[in-house]
């Protein structure tokens, strides 16, 4: 029983820095709409630390399920079910399903930020497409007028 609880415990702080980094990514969008690319640093770093938490979380949650199927001596955490309390294993199931929705969430959020800044950035690349073709256009124009020299059309006899 105690074994299930600290997979217990594991699953549910990482389900709460997932929900963190649920917050963290719609304020990216935020960040992503309103152009603050400093804040949009910002959050990334704040986000990649709690991802740093997440991979602690599911190395512990690793080690302590291998040591509880050892221990009772099953191969699948299906197993545990019968030879450990029903409810535990029943509220360890409830906590992963919502481990699941909140990823897909985050998903959905992080494929939108995703393709709002790949729309900004062919902006970007568009911006300077055009800003080249002008430099460019400026440098032939001023590159032939310093060479030629005065000429006169109308020549009269």
Request: aromatic share 4%; proline share 0%.
């Amino acid at each position: 029983m105690a074994h299930l609880n600290k997979l217990i415990r594991y699953s549910e702080e990482k389900l709460d820095k997932l929900k963190q980094i649920e917050e963290v990514t719609v304020q990216q969008k935020a960040a992503i709409d309103s152009q603050d690319y400093a804040a949009l640093n910002s959050l990334v770093e704040e986000k990649q630390k709690i991802i740093d938490y997440i991979n602690w979380c599911d190395s512990a949650f690793q080690e302590e399920l291998d040591r509880v199927k050892k221990r009772l001596g099953v191969k699948s955490i299906k197993d545990i079910g019968e030879t450990e309390g029903n409810e535990e294993k029943k509220a360890l199931v409830d906590i992963i399903g919502m481990i699941i929705e909140t990823i897909e969430k985050i998903q959905v959020l992080e494929r939108e930020n995703q393709k709002k800044l790949l729309e900004t950035m062919d902006q970007v690349k568009e911006k300077l497409r055009k800003i080249r073709n002008g430099q460019k256009s400026v440098a032939v124009y001023d590159s032939g007028m310093g060479m030629v020299s005065g000429s006169f059309l109308d020549k009269r006899k």
